[in-house]
């Protein structure tokens, strides 16, 4: 079995570069993606969905370095679900988490820079190193 999932969205804050106790580089950043719609009666709306993402490996220094916030990134990766958790206003919640396979910056010059793809020996355990999405 095989989940992918593609996000085109705006950073949302500036990524953080931390190491492993093995020194596995690994930068996290979020990604806000929004939907615009109509509800019928002519009223417009937007929702939006933030993504917690993962950047492993030679993927994680790249993101580290050239990301910031309020950029507009394409990212390929694997969702890992998080546990649901009761907030301080008593609701439940749970978030989308993203191990990053792919990450291309956009802008510029009207072009896509791919920065990276991670390597099957540098990722975490249960992420995939497929450099290909199946269709």
Not at 21 to 39: E, K, M, Q
Request: some cysteine; aromatic content about 10%.
């Amino acid at each position: 079995m095989y989940q992918s999932i593609t996000i085109l969205g705006n950073l949302g804050r500036d990524p953080e570069l931390r190491r492993t106790r093995t020194g596995t580089p690994v930068t996290s950043f979020s990604v806000a993606t929004n939907r615009h719609y109509d509800d019928g009666t002519g009223q417009g709306h937007e929702r939006t969905t933030w993504f917690r993402v993962s950047a492993w490996g030679n993927l994680a220094e790249p993101c580290a370095n050239y990301l910031r916030k309020g950029r507009q990134v394409f990212v390929v990766g694997e969702i890992v679900p998080s546990e649901p958790w009761k907030g301080r206003d008593g609701e439940w919640h749970a978030s989308l988490e993203v191990t990053a396979r792919v990450v291309k910056f956009l802008g510029g010059k009207g072009q896509w820079e791919e920065v990276a793809r991670g390597q099957e020996d540098e990722q975490p355990i249960g992420a995939s190193g497929d450099d290909e999405v199946p269709f």
